[in-house]
């Protein structure tokens, strides 16, 4: 049994409570599973630690590393070489004018510097160790933020970074939103480490549209989908997307699930893909969601026979705080037609 942890990301929407459900109720117990909007890669790492060959892909770089370094990657650790790696102050004050637009809107002048230096450092490492270190400094950026998310208003982020008020508020100073960047990665270092392992099967990360991977990507046995639906909190460019914007690494797509008017739309296309490429399907979705589950149904009858769907308690939180209880997780299976 796979003693290795699925690492702290602070991922909104992010199924770690559930994953091993959803996994347990894979319609094949080994194979090939594509997680085609991984996300935090909860579910995907999930899915390795059960010894399926995993394929997880996600449109937005921050995912596509994490994916990189404890997906794809079953050995390769982070080295303390990092700390060492020298940074010109020209070439360092050449990154903060281009990232300088994060400077009081998402993070304190000083801290933008910070940044444009470690920024650096990710562009000089290579391979996995690249990748782990860049998903190290996501979780930095994201743990010096209220609310884990970075489309909150400065005036907010200011507040809540301001200690003394958090504990008069509270009653706890949240001093970690205050240390520096470095020290969030050197304490979650080893965490990240000993996440990665190897479940001897050939997993791939993939950043891509979810559309143009159905069309070139070889078939697999299940694919699980997770999509963005437009009743939630859903729009994860703006929760995370500076990140890939301050890498350079953002992709435009037509292809949105959050909007309520396409969603459909998409989502019949998507499963058409869907069918060409796989002979079972897993969706989730919450008993929330609107188009609601009979609306899935009826798009997932297209194409596929539903052998069951399922039912779980799962409640949702937002930054430690609980949101409605009455929220359950629901898994659509489905086997292909014919």
């Known amino acids: ?173 949240r001093s970690y939103h205050n240390k520096e960047f470095l020290s969030h990665i050197e304490k979650n270092k080893l965490e990240y480490n000993t996440s990665i392992f190897d479940n001897l099967k050939d997993n791939k990360a993939y950043q891509t549209d979810a559309f143009e991977l159905l069309q070139t990507i070889e078939p697999v046995d299940v694919i699980y989908l997770d999509p963005p639906y437009p009743s939630t909190m859903n729009d994860y460019y703006a929760f995370y997307g500076y990140f890939d914007e301050i890498f350079n690494k953002k992709i435009k797509t037509k292809n949105t699930f959050i909007d309520k008017t396409t969603f459909i739309t998409n989502f019949d296309v998507l499963l058409e893909l869907c069918q060409r490429k796989t002979d079972y399907i897993v969706i989730s979705l919450n008993n929330k969601t609107k188009p609601g589950l009979l609306e899935i149904e009826q798009i997932v009858t297209k194409y596929f026979d539903i052998t069951s769907i399922l039912e779980k308690p799962h409640v949702y939180k937002v930054t430690g705080k609980e949101n409605k209880k009455t929220n359950n997780e629901v898994l659509i299976i489905g086997r292909k037609r014919g």
């Open 1 to 173: 049994m796979n003693e290795n942890k699925y690492p702290t990301v602070n991922y909104i929407g992010n199924k770690l409570k559930i994953a091993d459900w959803i996994v347990d109720n894979m319609p094949i117990k080994e194979g090939k599973v594509l997680d085609i909007f991984a996300g935090g890669c909860s579910v995907s790492y999930a899915l390795k630690t059960a010894g399926y060959t995993v394929y997880a892909n996600d449109m937005l770089y921050s995912n596509y590393a994490l994916a990189k370094a404890i997906i794809e990657n079953n050995s390769i650790t982070l080295k303390d070489e990092y700390t060492s790696i020298n940074v010109e102050s020209k070439e360092i004050s050449k990154k903060y004018k281009k990232i300088k637009f994060l400077s009081d809107k998402v993070y304190f002048d000083y801290e933008v510097k910070e940044l444009s230096k470690l920024v650096l450092i990710a562009e000089q490492l290579s391979g996995y160790e690249k990748y782990i270190f860049i998903s190290l400094l996501r979780r930095a950026m994201i743990r010096k933020i209220p609310y884990s998310r970075m489309n909150i208003k400065w005036e907010e982020i200011k507040k809540f970074r301001d200690e003394e008020y958090s504990y008069r508020m509270y009653g706890r100073y």
